[in-house]
């Protein structure tokens, strides 16, 4: 089983980057409204995640390191309302056991807070009793330490760093309620406050995306019948290079798809003449029945059941927006 986590790992955890999307997401469905983030060397020698979620009861800590302990899923009816980002209750224990990881947490529904370590074998000992409020701290070191053919691929610190502060970034993007901080070697990097109204959730894009993109991007905000699309479009005059700045999120959830990039495109072109692909910054909610989450690991990808209902609502509604622009 302990070779089955690390063969696991290898489709889970690439690299530091890939742990902490596991490790945000963790938090995010534990109802956090604060995560901090403290990273050493690129995330290789240490990635600490604290969350004032829920927390973990004591007897549920060594489980949640145990693979497939926890999956939710408990039939394909529930694979197709999954909503919450967790189901397949194999990060943790793919990430236990290529690193040195210790869980601390205090549960909401008990008074003492326990700890639990890990030291890249199969076994965990005991909880002991740790201080901690409620919530939950996952603490990574040396990831990859027993698996050098892995760590043999990893980049500079600056590059593994780099990749990582993306993916905070791209969380922090989906959940506007929740601060984060992100901290380099000591040094804080970003520094979000819950952001509740619109005026602070357009602060976060700058603080995110480059003043630039607010000052040039126009506000997107539609409400369908079943669909909602809201977010922001860089507008024609704002130009750098674009392929970083397009996030699209489905029900909070980062998405890559044809379908919508096609959408976004045509609109774009059709109304401004653009031949260009814009940056924008979007969020659709749509019912979760109609979306299919796809099985990779890594959930980049969403097939939309009536795909050219989702189609037409996106092209119509940034055809919209973006007329009022003309003249
Ligand atoms: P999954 O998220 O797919 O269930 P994970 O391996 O990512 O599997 O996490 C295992 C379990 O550990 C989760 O289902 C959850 O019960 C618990 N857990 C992990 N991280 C946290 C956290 N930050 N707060 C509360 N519970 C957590
Ligand atoms: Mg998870």
Redesign the pocket.
């Known amino acids: 089983p302990h070779l089955i986590n690390q063969i696991a790992a290898g489709e889970v955890v690439e690299r530091p980057a890939s742990a902490i999307k596991?490790l945000l997401?963790?938090?995010l469905?534990?109802g956090a409204t604060q995560i901090d983030i403290d990273i050493e060397q690129g995330g290789v020698k240490r990635i600490r995640v604290r969350?004032n979620?829920?927390?973990?009861n004591k007897e549920?800590l060594s489980l949640?390191l145990s693979r497939h302990a926890?999956?939710?899923i408990a039939s394909l009816d529930d694979l197709e309302s999954v909503l919450s980002?967790?189901?397949?209750?194999?990060?943790?224990?793919s990430i236990a056991s290529i690193s040195r990881l210790a869980v601390s947490?205090k549960s909401q529904d008990e008074d003492q807070a326990w700890q639990l370590q890990g030291n890249g074998q199969e076994e965990f000992d005991e909880p002991t009793p740790c201080s901690h409020a409620t919530g939950?701290t996952?603490d990574v070191r040396d990831l990859f330490f027993n698996v050098p053919a892995r760590r043999k691929f990893l980049k500079t610190e600056k590059t593994e760093f780099r990749h990582l502060e993306d993916v905070v970034k791209k969380v922090a993007l989906s959940r506007f309620e929740t601060g984060f901080t992100l901290r380099h070697n000591q040094k804080t990097v970003l520094n979000l406050r819950p952001a509740t109204t619109l005026k602070m959730a357009e602060r976060r894009v700058a603080e995110i995306c480059g003043p630039a993109f607010t000052e040039q991007s126009i506000r997107v905000e539609h409400e369908g019948a079943e669909l909602t699309l809201t977010g922001w479009i860089g507008l024609p005059t704002f130009s750098r290079s674009q392929a970083d700045l397009q996030y699209f999120y489905v029900n909070h959830r980062i998405v890559r798809d044809r379908v919508v990039t096609h959408a976004v495109r045509q609109a774009y072109q059709d109304v401004l003449y653009h031949g260009r692909h814009p940056a924008y910054v979007l969020f659709l909610e749509i019912d979760p029945t109609k979306v299919d989450v796809n099985a990779h690991p890594t959930k980049h990808e969403v097939r939309f059941r009536e795909s050219s209902l989702v189609h037409g609502f996106l092209y119509r509604s940034l055809h919209r927006t973006l007329a009022e622009l003309r003249p």
């Not at 979620?53 to 973990?56: A, C, L, S, V």
């Not at 980002?85 to 224990?93: H, S």
Request: no cysteine; aromatic share 8%; charged share 30%.
């Open positions: 596991e997401e963790n938090s469905d534990a969350d979620g829920r927390g973990i549920e949640a926890t999956s939710k980002f967790g189901f397949r209750g194999e990060a943790l224990p947490s939950t996952i």
